[in-house]
């Protein structure tokens, strides 16, 4: 029995590990809109910050833990992506958003010194994996929160331009992968906090499938509401088109007398 959850553990940290890669690479299309944009303006950095946040403490957690290969490999690279992502916002954001994620990045910082020295210097070794886990449990539910902050402003707009669909479906996929990681492994730090990322990952997706038709009926509306513009405006304007005619008129008989001066010179 034993031998059948290690096997099975096995395959859901090799998925685990698979999904979450995509998970990292889900922001690339944002990132692609920031490009284009020259502009992050309507993004904003508090996910990819959390999310580097937490791959620094799976680190740690996964150095205090045995038999926690897939949490290194995975947050390793998460690590990379994250700081990648953050250097490439910075580079576009504006200076009010520069300065919101120096402070956001200086607040992690000195948190995740604190949390270190604590749990280094004031705990046993038997203490550090326990209170490291809980500490991991309650920043990973950030990381599936932190997505939510642009939740208000979709309902708000019903626009879901700044919403990373990929993240969510990728992110609620993830949550499966490593939720029954953890309780094959009877490690309940891993597979808590994967059950409110499902629910989350679900919520953000229901959102994206109910205002994800309200962006083309807005485009489909804008020339429908030009055409009605220009519609009126002749109705309560009509003689525009008599002056538009007369104005017409005067150029092709200026046109006209521009040849006939010019025929003389010619002859000439």
Known sequence: MAAFSGHWS?????????????????????????????????FQSIPYVVALFSAV??????????????????????????????????????????????????????LGMGIFCVTHFLMRPSQRPIVVGWICLVFSLCVFVAPLCILRQ??????????????????????????????????????????????????????YARYRNTDKMTEQKIPEAGKQRSVLEEEKNPNHKIIEVFKLSEMLSSHKNGVEEAKPQTQA
């Open 57 to 110: 403490l799976w680190i740690y957690y996964a150095l205090l833990k045995c038999n926690a290969t897939f949490l290194i490999t995975i947050n390793s690279v998460g690590c990379f992506i994250e700081t990648f992502y953050i250097i490439f916002y910075f580079y576009y954001a504006s200076k009010k958003s520069k300065l919101t994620t120096m402070k956001l990045l200086g607040l992690i910082a000195v």
């Open 154 to 207: 979709v309902v708000r707009t019903k626009n879901v331009e700044h919403m990373p669909f990929l993240l969510s479906v990728f992110l609620t996929i993830s949550a499966v992968m490593w939720f029954f990681y953890g309780l094959l492994l009877k490690d309940y730090n891993i597979a808590i906090p994967n059950i409110l990322g499902f629910i989350f990952g679900l919520l953000q997706m229901a959102l």
């Open 10 to 42: 096995l395959a859901f940290g090799v998925l685990g590990n698979v999904v979450s890669f995509l998970v990292f690479l889900a922001p690339i299309p944002t990132f692609h809109q920031i490009y284009k944009k020259k502009s992050s303006e309507g």
